[in-house]
């Protein structure tokens, strides 16, 4: 099939990612997604879409669609509860059956203010689950744990991932973790264990921070700032709920639909550079990239390390990802939106120059990718829920 | 090496779980069974996760299982749990995969694909906790 280029992303924000922010998700939302209509050139008034998590919050502040369509003063036409290649894949669906023209995936997570017990889902008060002291990264450990028993994946391999994305995140002044990130395998491994085998450097950030991707038609895209970055298609698969069923490797079973979605788009595995794998863990990238169909199940732990690196064939993670960039919870925005980043030669990192767009490309100051032109953005890809999406630039 | 101590809540059945909880108080290991087609089925469900046929009853079943895979936590997510404790997924004789704690034995001496029982831990009169120790 061929490509179709109907559909694109044409604003997109993050907001500064922090600990203990002492703002509320709502006001977090509202910042990005103000600043990603900005970005496109676009307006509130013309937003008639709006995809995101929704959820309570005292004082008026919850997240909902009614809520900031009132606050907004803006009648909003379609809406849906998701966000990340789900969501961006749902705005596309919706744009091209005309029932919304602009989309707008806001995404917050306050620990602080509103929206706040700190990642309340994970430890979800089930009644078989949160009496056996389960929490995240015991739940992914059991996962990565079963990984390693299976294919023979190993603690060093995983290591040797989480220090490469966290690389990337330490030369990213815009990273939570920027400065101070574990940079190395060594720094992994010796950092405290939380749930064997991770290692709190093996486990993603908690903190807050909001982001926002603007979707629109190919002919609306005409009127916007940046040129648009398409949407190519995708895949999406529900298996099961993480936190409620007992983890396994189940979510490896997706992976008929998500090389379906790349035929689908008419899209080659090797012919698409950066891979923003959702790396909640260190096993993450692993599973996912065998999930996802670039190498067989099994192979993920060699293959992986050789194929991330920033001058190597699928960089995974320039930013820094979950693991050292940002985890405000609802994370999964933050794939595509570092994607249309390095799309666009919009990179902040240590380069002297490189707020211009000029960048060394030294490693060890420079994390802007050469040339992308097509790249992957998965996430949510956990147990339960997984999803791709495929973006391109002219 | 000792179980996790918990704070509560304790975990509160449900309409539909009720007598699972009825019989881990009895010492009794009960799973859901299709009447169907004879698949036991877990977590509780209105229907069959096989057939999906809305008929089952509660049977004893054998409270034998092995390890699927386990993480020993050592930064307990709340106050109340005695770190370094055992979760683990097993795998239950009849089929279905259960989330629990592996207790009565060092961590680490725990394996995958190890043989386990079910043993119960009663918290209040109301709650025994099934948790699985060494076969
Ligand atoms: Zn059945």
Redesign the pocket.
């Known amino acids: 099939m061929s490509q179709q280029r109907e559909v694109a992303i044409v604003g997109v924000h993050a907001t500064k990612q922090q600990r203990n922010s002492g703002r509320s998700a709502l006001a977090l939302i509202q910042e990005a997604t103000n600043a990603a209509l900005d970005d496109a050139g676009l307006k509130m008034k013309d937003v008639d879409g709006y995809i995101a998590f929704t959820f309570e919050g005292g004082n008026g502040s919850g997240v909902n669609e009614g809520n900031i369509a009132h606050q907004f003063g803006q009648p909003i036409a379609f809406t849906a509860q998701i966000s990340g290649a789900y969501a961006v894949q749902m705005a596309a669906g919706a744009i091209k059956q005309g029932y919304a023209d602009v989309v707008v995936i806001p995404a917050a997570g306050s620990t602080t203010l509103g929206g706040g017990k700190a990642a309340s889902y994970t430890r979800p008060e089930y009644e078989f689950t949160e009496w056996t002291g389960s929490m995240t990264p015991a739940q992914f450990a059991i996962i990565a744990r079963r990984h390693m028993h299976e294919y023979g994946t190993t603690i060093e391999q995983m290591a040797e991932v989480a220090s490469r994305i966290q690389h990337n995140g330490n030369i990213n002044p815009e990273a939570v973790l920027f400065g101070r990130a574990a940079d190395t395998p060594e720094k992994v491994l010796n950092a405290p264990m939380i749930a064997e085998p991770f290692t709190r450097a093996m486990c993603s950030l908690v903190n807050d921070g909001a982001s926002c991707i603007v979707v629109t038609s190919a002919e609306r895209a005409k009127d916007c700032r940046h040129d648009p970055i398409w949407v190519l298609g995708g895949a999406m698969e529900n298996r099961a709920t993480s936190y409620f069923e007992a983890p396994t490797l189940d979510m490896m079973n997706s992976r008929d639909k998500m090389l379906r979605g790349f035929q689908r788009a008419g899209i080659r595995h090797e012919d698409t550079d950066i891979v923003m794998c959702y790396d909640h863990f260190a096993h993450g990238p692993i599973v996912q990239m065998e999930t996802l169909g670039f190498c067989k199940p099994g192979e993920g732990g060699h293959y992986v390390p050789e194929v991330m690196g920033l001058d190597s064939k699928h960089p995974i993670c320039p930013d820094g990802g979950n693991l050292s960039y940002s985890h405000n919870m609802i994370p999964y925005n933050f794939k595509q939106i570092e994607i249309v980043r390095q799309f666009r030669n919009d990179v902040p990192d240590l380069c002297p120059e490189g707020h211009k767009g000029i960048h060394t490309y030294d490693r060890r100051i420079c994390r802007k990718v050469r040339d992308p032109k097509l790249a992957v953005g998965a996430g949510p890809m956990t147990e339960g829920r997984h999803g791709f999406v495929l973006l391109a630039k002219d | 090496m000792e179980a996790p101590m918990l704070i509560p809540p304790y975990p509160v059945p449900s309409n539909l779980s009720q007598p699972f909880w009825d019989g881990t108080r009895r010492g009794k290991f009960l799973l859901q069974k ?6 036991y089925r877990w977590t509780p469900q209105w229907l ?6 809305l ?2 009853a509660w049977v004893e079943a054998s409270g034998d299982a092995k390890v699927y895979s386990f993480s020993v936590v050592h930064r307990p997510p709340l106050p109340g749990f005695k770190a370094p404790y055992v979760v683990a997924t097993v795998e239950l004789a009849e089929g279905p995969m259960m989330l629990t704690n592996i207790v009565d034995c060092d961590p680490k001496d725990v394996k995958i694909d190890m043989k386990v029982k079910v043993t119960f831990d009663k918290v209040s009169d109301e709650i025994s906790l099934y948790k699985f120790r060494p076969a």
Not at chain 2, 34 to 39: F, I, L, N, T, V
Not at chain 2, 48 to 53: A, N, V
């Open positions: 299709c009447g169907a087609c004879g698949a069959c996760t096989k057939c999906h046929s008929d089952f």
